[in-house]
């Protein structure tokens, strides 16, 4: 056995373990970590501590010569008891190791311990499993929870396929969020036809490559999220059943068109961050949007928003923005995002009598001549970001002052307040 150096104390002997407490260590590897030796024993050995802690001793390899080996690890949870606790060590990931691909973590899961839900009553409503490296959920015996319960997340886990004969049972859950997953298209199929009261569904940072059809079957679903997947066209919501749809997030994928949403004609939420959309358009009938997000896209011109009449938010920084356009018919916008674009001059949004905040700041403003024409008679115009424009980065020392003088109502310029005198 290789020499150990540990800053914890090392119990040996296994024959000195008390018969009535045991404790269960489960350890993520990444990479290669063979130099970690780990010693586990409880309270009953050690009497200067708590009869309900614990003494995990985690010891490094001196001869080892693994660039992973930073000594850099952490203890979670290192709590005993009479029942059955555990003890959860978490070695250093590799910065270059890709657990998506190589399948390194989706096959260390804790699937063989058994149901460690068995304490809970059947008439659980609510369950919170994350980041518990669940990769099968048939030992946790779900479906004795259908009667009841409403809400279930998985977070954080290394979940690659929903069991219809589990999910088909919880009928009536609300809430199913299963972020951060191993999720892939062939992993849904029919599991969630039955969840016919679903009103919220997450599945970001997933692996998924389209908008599964299942969401066809969800009458009540008003909020879906599928931030950072591969999505690349939006598909599969054009469902007259989706008639009650809020919200939908499809931020960090790879949609190049803004396409499939005619049907949704109650969203009120639209979000489109980080994608690959060249041109606003298709948005026609969803008069009911509220807030569009369109950041991080590569769109160059503001248009095809003159029948989002209640749009209040839109958000299209970091595009291609040359020009402030478009903008006539959405007179109930409160907040204005065009920052780190190409815009030369503020105008065409004085009409914008309930704006509060405008954010303009990474542009090629040169002067300041257009801020009082323009946002001067805005009466609930509070908060102006226009750092990192060329007016502000020639005339560091003046620029406060003159921005305060041409527009006295301001309460927030930048990331700084401003003084009411």
Same mark, same amino acid.
């Given at each position: 056995?290789?020499?150990?150096?540990?800053?914890?104390?090392?119990?040996?002997? *296994?024959?000195?373990?008390?018969?009535?407490?045991?404790?269960?260590?489960?350890?993520?590897?990444?990479?290669?970590?063979?130099?970690?030796?780990?010693?586990?024993?409880?309270?009953?050995?050690?009497?200067?501590?708590?009869?309900?802690?614990?003494?995990?001793?985690?010891?490094?390899?001196?001869?080892?010569?693994?660039?992973?080996?930073?000594?850099?690890?952490?203890?979670?949870?290192?709590?005993?008891?009479?029942?059955?606790?555990?003890?959860?060590?978490?070695?250093?990931?590799?910065?270059?190791?890709?657990?998506?691909?190589?399948?390194?973590?989706?096959?260390?899961?804790?699937?063989?311990?058994?149901?460690?839900?068995?304490?809970?009553?059947?008439?659980?409503?609510?369950?919170?499993?994350?980041?518990?490296?669940?990769?099968?959920?048939?030992?946790?015996?779900?479906?004795?929870?259908?009667?009841?319960?409403?809400?279930?997340?998985?977070?954080?886990?290394?979940?690659?396929?929903?069991?219809?004969?589990?999910?088909?049972?919880?009928?009536?859950?609300?809430?199913?969020?299963?972020?951060?997953?191993?999720?892939?298209?062939?992993?849904?199929?029919?599991?969630?036809?039955?969840?016919?009261?679903?009103?919220?569904?997450?599945?970001?940072?997933?692996?998924?490559?389209?908008?599964?059809?299942?969401?066809?079957?969800?009458?009540?679903?008003?909020?879906?999220?599928?931030?950072?997947?591969?999505?690349?066209?939006?598909?599969?919501?054009?469902?007259?059943?989706?008639?009650?749809?809020?919200?939908?997030?499809?931020?960090?994928?790879?949609?190049?068109?803004?396409?499939?949403?005619?049907?949704?004609?109650?969203?009120?939420?639209?979000?489109?961050?980080?994608?690959?959309?060249?041109?606003?358009?298709?948005?026609?009938?969803?008069?009911?949007?509220?807030?569009?997000?369109?950041?991080?896209?590569?769109?160059?011109?503001?248009?095809?928003?003159?029948?989002?009449?209640?749009? *209040?938010?839109?958000?299209?920084?970091?595009?291609?923005?040359?020009?402030?356009?478009?903008?006539?018919?959405?007179?109930?916008?409160?907040?204005?995002?065009?920052?780190?674009?190409?815009?030369?001059?503020? $105008?065409?949004?004085?009409?914008?009598?309930?704006? $509060?905040?405008?954010?303009?700041?990474?542009?090629?403003?040169?002067?300041?001549?257009?801020?009082?024409?323009?946002?001067?008679?805005?009466?609930?115009?509070?908060?102006?970001?226009?750092?990192?424009?060329?007016?502000?980065?020639?005339?560091?020392?003046?620029?406060?002052?003159?921005?305060?003088?041409?527009?006295?109502?301001?309460?927030?310029?930048?990331?700084?307040?401003?003084?009411?005198?």
């Amino acid at each position: 056995m290789s020499s150990i150096a540990s800053d914890t104390t090392l119990i040996e002997q *296994e024959d000195k373990l008390s018969p009535t407490f045991f404790l269960e260590l489960n350890a993520v590897v990444v990479g290669s970590s063979e130099c970690f030796t780990i010693s586990i024993a409880t309270a009953s050995f050690t009497p200067d501590l708590p009869p309900t802690k614990g003494v995990v001793a985690v010891g490094h390899s001196q001869s080892c010569r693994s660039p992973l080996c930073n000594r850099d690890f952490r203890i979670l949870n290192v709590i005993a008891s009479q029942s059955r606790p555990t003890a959860r060590v978490v070695l250093p990931v590799a910065e270059d190791s890709d657990p998506e691909e190589d399948g390194t973590l989706a096959n260390q899961s804790d699937d063989e311990d058994g149901d460690f839900l068995a304490e809970l009553p059947d008439d659980t409503d609510e369950l919170d499993l994350i980041h518990q490296r669940i990769g099968s959920l048939e030992s946790l015996r779900l479906p004795r929870f259908a009667a009841s319960l409403t809400r279930l997340c998985l977070r954080q886990n290394h979940i690659t396929s929903l069991d219809p004969n589990i999910f088909n049972t919880l009928i009536h859950l609300t809430e199913l969020d299963l972020y951060d997953n191993k999720l892939k298209d062939r992993g849904i199929g029919p599991a969630l036809d039955q969840l016919v009261e679903l009103t919220t569904l997450d599945f970001s940072f997933n692996l998924l490559k389209h908008v599964p059809g299942t969401l066809a079957h969800l009458p009540q679903l008003s909020t879906v999220y599928f931030v950072q997947n591969r999505i690349g066209k939006i598909e599969s919501l054009d469902a007259p059943t989706l008639i009650n749809l809020r919200s939908l997030e499809l931020g960090g994928n790879r949609i190049r068109v803004i396409d499939g949403l005619a049907s949704l004609v109650n969203l009120e939420e639209l979000w489109l961050g980080k994608n690959k959309i060249t041109k606003l358009e298709n948005l026609s009938t969803l008069t009911k949007l509220k807030i569009l997000s369109i950041q991080s896209n590569r769109i160059t011109k503001l248009e095809g928003l003159e029948d989002l009449v209640n749009l *209040e938010e839109l958000y299209i920084s970091h595009n291609g923005l040359e020009k402030l356009e478009g903008l006539e018919q959405n007179i109930k916008l409160t907040t204005l995002d065009v920052g780190s674009n190409f815009i030369t001059t503020i $105008e065409g949004i004085s009409h914008l009598s309930l704006l $509060e905040e405008l954010w303009i700041s990474g542009n090629k403003i040169a002067t300041f001549a257009s801020l009082e024409p323009e946002l001067g008679k805005l009466e609930h115009l509070e908060t102006l970001y226009l750092e990192h424009n060329p007016c502000q980065l020639t005339d560091q020392t003046g620029y406060r002052r003159k921005v305060i003088l041409a527009l006295p109502r301001l309460k927030q310029l930048d990331a700084t307040y401003i003084r009411q005198v």
